[in-house]
């Protein structure tokens, strides 16, 4: 699998993450599926995924992070906001770092299928994501949301 990473907003890299190898890792942590796939990341800033989301979603906000599914062997992508996601991580008592990674697993599972449009599937997917979180070591993402 590959993970081609694409960072817009400079803010990422005040967090002193190894950006790449930290995408690449929670991205194939959570891909299930085809070993050939490829998966786009774009780190970006509030106003980059506020204008996609208006486009995509006709939410005119910004939001924390986007999937957008793709044919292969081009599996998807999946754009992050800093903003949103650095004041989600403060106010939820959460290292950015531990955030980050639970919207990128969010964003993979979506690229497979997964949604959250009824219970049902919210449940199923939540359950997915915190045991994909804690096998790279982190807690459960919804403990205390």
């Not at 907003?9 to 005040?14: C, G, I, Q, T, W």
């Not at 995408?23 to 891909?31: D, I």
């Not at 992508?77 to 800093?82: K, L, P, R």
């Not at 359950?127 to 790279?136: G, V, Y």
């Amino acid at each position: 699998m590959q993970v081609d990473v694409q960072v817009l907003d400079k803010h990422f890299y005040l967090k002193r993450l190894f950006l790449k190898r930290f995408c690449l890792c929670v991205v194939q942590n959570a891909w299930a599926g085809s070993d050939d796939a490829i998966v786009s990341v774009v780190l970006a800033d509030n106003d980059f995924v506020h204008a996609l989301n208006k486009q995509y979603r006709k939410k005119d906000k910004p939001t924390n992070v986007l999937s957008f599914e793709n044919e292969p062997p081009l599996a998807g992508d999946i754009v992050v906001a800093y903003g949103v996601t650095r004041d989600e991580a403060k106010a939820q008592g959460k290292s950015f770092a531990a955030h980050l990674a639970h919207l990128l697993t969010h964003g993979t599972l979506h690229l497979q299928g997964y949604d959250h449009l009824t219970d049902k599937q919210a449940q199923k997917m939540e359950k997915l994501e915190t045991k994909l979180m804690q096998k790279l070591g982190y807690a459960d993402p919804y403990k205390g949301v």
